[in-house]
């Protein structure tokens, strides 16, 4: 059972639509954490949230922070074929934990 | 900086081998962490370090996997013996702590298969 569920689990859309991928808990989180994996690489870190309530923006990437401190979400506008990748959210309470990932596609 | 080395990038060994799998954290970084990553299980944290000394090894799946760090700038992983199901691709991250804010700097993994 994964402490973090990540929906959904895979995402394809044409360039220059919107979307939304999704990180839920039943846990309080300290902070949370956005990755963003290519092929044959790491992960590599997008944001980091703290406070409940909290929306980051990172140019065309919007991350919010639940209130509760238990989700979060990451909403791209007019996604582009550079945004392909697997999403990952990360938490802790303690050590950190990865969700499954939500793997989008974006097709030129 | 050249960030989180990681060799080899791809390792295939027969059943019952044994595999090291090596790893240089960025300078400077005090945590080293070891992950698998499988379509099934996703990224799984197998064992941590911080300032050389294992922390965490919770997640290392039996007796089979073991993990050094003998020094700040190097770390092994190694399965001993090697199983199908070991079949996966491992990371290596380092960071400034093990808690709060800091970032884990992933290498680019281990692809290993054992047939």
């Known amino acids: 059972t994964q402490l973090l569920e990540q929906s959904p689990q895979f995402l394809s859309i044409q360039e220059g639509e919107n979307l939304t991928v999704y990180c839920n808990s039943s846990s309080v989180f300290s902070s949370l954490q956005w990755y963003r994996q290519e092929p044959g690489e790491g992960p590599v870190l997008l944001v980091t949230v703290v406070t409940g309530g909290e929306v980051k923006k990172l140019k065309r990437l919007t991350f919010q922070f639940g209130d509760a401190r238990k989700d979060s979400s990451l909403h791209i506008t007019a996604a582009q074929p550079g945004d392909t990748g697997l999403y990952l959210c990360?938490?802790?309470?303690?050590?950190?934990?990865f969700g499954a990932g939500t793997t989008v596609t974006v097709r030129a | 900086d050249a960030g989180v080395i990681q060799s080899p990038r791809h390792e295939v060994t027969e059943m019952g081998q044994e595999v090291t799998l090596r790893c240089k954290p960025i300078s400077g970084h005090n945590s080293l962490f070891w992950y698998r990553q499988t379509m099934m299980r996703g990224l799984e944290l197998l064992i941590y370090f911080n300032n050389n000394v294992p922390i965490d090894d919770s997640g290392m799946p039996e007796d089979r996997f073991s993990a050094k760090m003998p020094n700040a700038s190097f770390s092994t992983l190694k399965i001993q013996p090697s199983e199908p199901r070991d079949s996966a691709v491992y990371f290596c991250?380092?960071?400034?702590?093990?808690?709060?804010?800091?970032?884990?700097?992933f290498g680019n993994g281990t692809r290993l298969t054992v047939t």
């Open positions: 990360a938490g802790r309470p303690g050590k950190l934990s």
């Open positions: 991250a380092s960071s400034l702590g093990d808690r709060g804010l800091s970032p884990l700097h």
